[in-house]
């Protein structure tokens, strides 16, 4: 599976912005994914992740009620609507997938990686 994240950018404290994840070659439908984001000097950081068919999602504390991950196997994307952006939320960001089907929050869980989005929010 090869992803790649998209929809980064500089937006002001309090907006919104929402990325998504594209596949090319194999459906996702049959993964786990997740997003994480790392900052320079401090390891990837779990955000949110969805399980195969959407049935179930996770999120990380610091971004319930903020955030939403969602699923569109149909046409192979991932995406994260973040709202009520902070600060402490610009990092680059990461999608994921993995062929682990229970729950999982550990880079190490998960085989797929994206490039990385760059997310910066401005105070």
């Known amino acids: 599976v090869q992803l790649q994240a998209s929809g980064g950018g500089l937006v002001q404290a309090g907006g919104s912005l929402r990325l998504s994840c594209a596949s090319s070659g194999r459906t996702i439908s049959t993964y786990r994914m997740a997003w994480f984001r790392q900052v320079p000097g401090k390891e990837r950081e779990f955000v949110a992740t969805?399980?195969?068919?959407?049935?179930?999602?996770y999120y990380a504390d610091s971004v319930k009620g903020r955030f939403a991950i969602s699923r569109d196997d149909a046409n192979n994307r991932m995406y994260l609507q973040m709202n009520s952006l902070r600060p402490e939320d610009s990092a680059l960001y990461y999608c994921a997938s993995t062929t682990i089907q229970y729950l999982v929050i550990t880079p190490e869980s998960y085989d797929y990686w994206g490039q990385g989005t760059q997310v910066t929010v401005s105070s």
């Open positions: 969805i399980s195969r068919s959407a049935l179930n999602t």
